[in-house]
């Protein structure tokens, strides 16, 4: 099959092409974005796609790498207990502070398809279906930019 990419400029095709994303996830999704907020991803739907990812098989896997964890501890209880639930196969990394300028979102599944916003602050990116020479940049770049984040536990809870 050959693989396609189309443009897009609106916030509501942006979040309709996660929503796509999550829906082809077969084995890993990975997700970049500043704090899941315009991201969507504490929606019920965006949860529930989740969900049903991570519980089809535990060789699945969820990795999130975050600027600002604050916002999905105090704002998002669906997605942390998600997260709790399955924290065996997904994870969330904070970025350090040299990399925090970085102000692209993407939202990748399986090395062949994903949805890159190009900055946070403008609607403009672009669709890559069943595409790998196209993704395979953008998930180099989110293996490099896991490696130098830190492990977090958003939500966990300390003590006894």
């Known amino acids: 099959m050959t693989g ?9 095709a942006f979040l ?16 970049f974005d500043r704090d899941l907020v315009r991201l969507g991803l504490e929606n019920p739907t965006r949860v529930a ?7 089809a098989d535990a060789d699945h896997h969820l990795r999130i790498a975050l600027h600002d964890t604050a ?10 207990t998600m997260l709790r639930d399955y924290r065996h196969n997904a994870e969330v990394r904070c970025t350090p502070p040299h990399l925090r300028q970085l102000a692209e979102k993407c939202v990748l599944a399986d090395r062949c398809t994903g949805v890159i ?23 180099r770049r989110f293996d490099d930019l896991w490696q130098e984040s830190d492990p977090c536990s958003p939500g966990a809870v300390t003590g006894l």
């Open 4 to 12: 396609r990419t189309e443009t897009f400029d609106s916030e509501s």
């Open 16 to 31: 309709t092409a996660v929503d796509f994303t999550l829906s082809a996830a077969q084995r890993e999704i990975r997700i």
């Open 49 to 55: 796609l989740l969900d049903r990812f991570l519980a």
């Open 71 to 80: 916002p999905l501890e105090a704002q998002m209880p669906r997605l942390l």
């Open 117 to 139: 916003r190009f900055h946070e602050d403008q609607a403009r990116g672009k669709y890559v279906l069943e595409f790998p020479g196209e993704i395979e940049p953008w998930w």
